[in-house]
């Protein structure tokens, strides 16, 4: 397949996996699957949680993340590729997982503890990875 075709073929899987991924754990708000320029590809918030940003916010913050990933990838040579990013804020924390030229974006709740917040980190990236 090629073209438009391919490109809603991808969308759906996109869609699919961020309903999935979603699933993982009822402390994970939003799953954003964004590309290289901070485009969001797909994303699923969570039933009934109220975002914290407005459109043109998240749309911001999506560009800095993806923006950031990529000055990342600069240092990769000497310090090794990047698995995952964690910032944690008052009121959310957002991990970001990088794969190829596309990065998930999900946030938590803010009270998920260190424990789940490593048993969510490893399920998205077995999930993401296929690794068992």
Not at 3 to 27: A, F, M, W
Not at 65 to 88: D, H, P, V
Not at 113 to 121: L, P, V
């Amino acid at each position: 397949m090629s073209g438009p075709e391919s490109s809603v073929d991808q969308t759906i899987k996109y869609r699919e996996d961020c309903r999935n991924t979603i699933q993982l754990s009822p402390k994970i708000r939003y799953v954003g699957i964004i590309n290289r320029f901070g485009r969001t590809l797909a994303g699923q918030l969570r039933k009934g949680v109220v975002p914290l940003f407005k459109p043109d916010e998240a749309r911001n913050d999506f560009f800095l993340e993806a923006t950031r990933i990529q000055l990342r990838k600069a240092f990769e040579n000497s310090i090794g590729k990047t698995y995952y990013t964690l910032t944690e804020n008052e009121k959310v924390k957002v991990l970001t997982i990088d794969k190829d030229d596309i990065f998930y974006y999900v946030t938590l709740d803010s009270d998920a503890s260190g424990e789940e917040t490593s048993r969510i980190i490893k399920l998205i990236r077995n999930s993401i990875y296929n690794k068992n």
